[in-house]
C-alpha cells in the first residue's frame, strides 16, 4: 500500500478525500487546533512520519552542491550522473 507523507501544511481535507478515493494511507499529522471527524484520523503514525525526514534531510544535503540544486546539465542522463556523484560524496563523507 503506498503511504505519502506529507507535513502539516498539506492537512487538508481536499488531500484526505483524493487520498480516500484512490485507496491511498495518508502519513499527514493533523495540524494544530483542527478538529477529528469523519474523514480525518485522530493520530498519524509517527514512526512512518519520522522516516519522511530521513528523506527530506538527505534531499537538503545534496542540494548544498551547486550543480545539483540548480541543475547546470542540459541532458538528463549528465544530470543523473551528478546526483550519483553527490551521492557517493554523501556516503564518503559519512
Given at each position: 500500500?503506498?503511504?505519502?507523507?506529507?507535513?502539516?501544511?498539506?492537512?487538508?481535507?481536499?488531500?484526505?478525500?483524493?487520498?480516500?478515493?484512490?485507496?491511498?494511507?495518508?502519513?499527514?499529522?493533523?495540524?494544530?487546533?483542527?478538529?477529528?471527524?469523519?474523514?480525518?484520523?485522530?493520530?498519524?503514525?509517527?514512526?512512518?512520519?519520522?522516516?519522511?525526514?530521513?528523506?527530506?534531510?538527505?534531499?537538503?544535503?545534496?542540494?548544498?552542491?551547486?550543480?545539483?540544486?540548480?541543475?547546470?546539465?542540459?541532458?538528463a542522463s549528465?544530470y543523473k550522473?551528478?546526483?550519483?556523484?553527490?551521492?557517493?560524496?554523501?556516503?564518503?563523507?559519512?
Amino acid at each position: 500500500m503506498r503511504r505519502p507523507a506529507g507535513d502539516r501544511a498539506y492537512d487538508s481535507e481536499e488531500n484526505r478525500r483524493w487520498c480516500w478515493r484512490r485507496n491511498i494511507e495518508s502519513v499527514i499529522p493533523a495540524r494544530n487546533g483542527m478538529h477529528t471527524g469523519p474523514g480525518r484520523p485522530p493520530t498519524c503514525d509517527e514512526e512512518k512520519y519520522e522516516r519522511r525526514n530521513v528523506v527530506e534531510r538527505l534531499v537538503g544535503r545534496l542540494k548544498e552542491r551547486r550543480r545539483v540544486a540548480t541543475r547546470y546539465e542540459k541532458k538528463a542522463s549528465h544530470y543523473k550522473a551528478m546526483l550519483q556523484w553527490a551521492f557517493v560524496g554523501e556516503y564518503l563523507k559519512r
